[in-house]
């Protein structure tokens, strides 16, 4: 089955302690991105990977890094997470639709830092 | 920088009547143009997208949207509203930059709820 998988699907965490969200895609898809979801404020893209070792800073970067070291897989790595970093994060894959990227999106990692 | 506005936070129509949810967007070329929906405790689903062509666009689950480049909307419509389509909804534009990377931005939503 086609599928976007983000690990853990909930965490709680307390703030200073690294942590990083998996993400791995099972479609050979090329783009990958992470957004983070906040009530009131839709879905914003922290950042997005067009291939293996190429990212890009999305709207919201600040605190957060990536890596992009084989195809399937785009951790978020949250190197000293702070309360306003609690929020529902979406890791998104994308396939080329007439050289456009459709996102097929996971289920989501629910990050509560205290 | 491409921009979306969706005016309606949240929206309550009857089971059986139809339904509009508005998108307007920014953006200086022709846009791609998506609808996603969210379930609670879901993620995003696509129910439909614009990148060329006819305006109308048909989608999963009943959907269409019409693309209208002179009032940069793209609203997204359904004949009759059924209680399983009570979730969040989401449009969206995607844009490839000059330096060939793409970004897609989003709404911030629209809430629907259904009267049975």
């Known amino acids: 089955e086609a599928q976007v998988t983000q690990n853990p699907r909930y965490l709680i965490t307390v703030t200073g302690k690294k942590l990083t969200v998996t993400c791995s895609q099972n479609m050979n898809h090329e783009y990958m991105s992470w957004y983070r979801q906040d009530p009131g404020l839709g879905l914003r893209q922290i950042y997005y990977s067009m291939n293996v070792e190429v990212t890009d800073k999305g709207d919201v970067p600040e605190g957060y890094k990536v890596s992009r070291k084989e195809k399937r897989n785009f951790p978020l790595i949250l190197e000293s997470p702070s309360p306003n970093q609690t929020s529902l994060y979406f890791c998104?894959?994308?396939?080329?639709?007439?050289?456009?990227?459709?996102?097929?999106f996971g289920q989501g990692t629910r990050l509560t830092v205290v | 920088a491409q921009s979306v506005t969706q005016p309606d936070i949240h929206i309550t129509v009857s089971e059986g009547a139809s339904l509009e949810l508005r998108c307007n967007y920014s953006y200086g070329a022709t846009p791609y143009l998506f609808w996603y929906v969210q379930s609670p405790g879901q993620g995003l689903q696509l129910l439909l997208k614009y990148f060329s062509g006819d305006t109308l666009v048909q989608g999963i689950k009943g959907f269409e949207a019409e693309f209208k480049r002179s009032q940069s909307s793209f609203n997204l419509r359904k004949p009759s509203v059924h209680w399983s389509d009570a979730a969040e909804y989401f449009c969206?534009?995607?844009?490839?930059?000059?330096?060939?990377?793409?970004?897609?931005?989003f709404g911030k939503g629209t809430k629907l709820s259904v009267i049975p």
């Open positions: 969206a534009v995607g844009a490839y930059s000059g330096a060939g990377s793409y970004q897609l931005t």
């Open positions: 998104a894959s994308s396939y080329l639709d007439r050289g456009v990227p459709e996102a097929f």
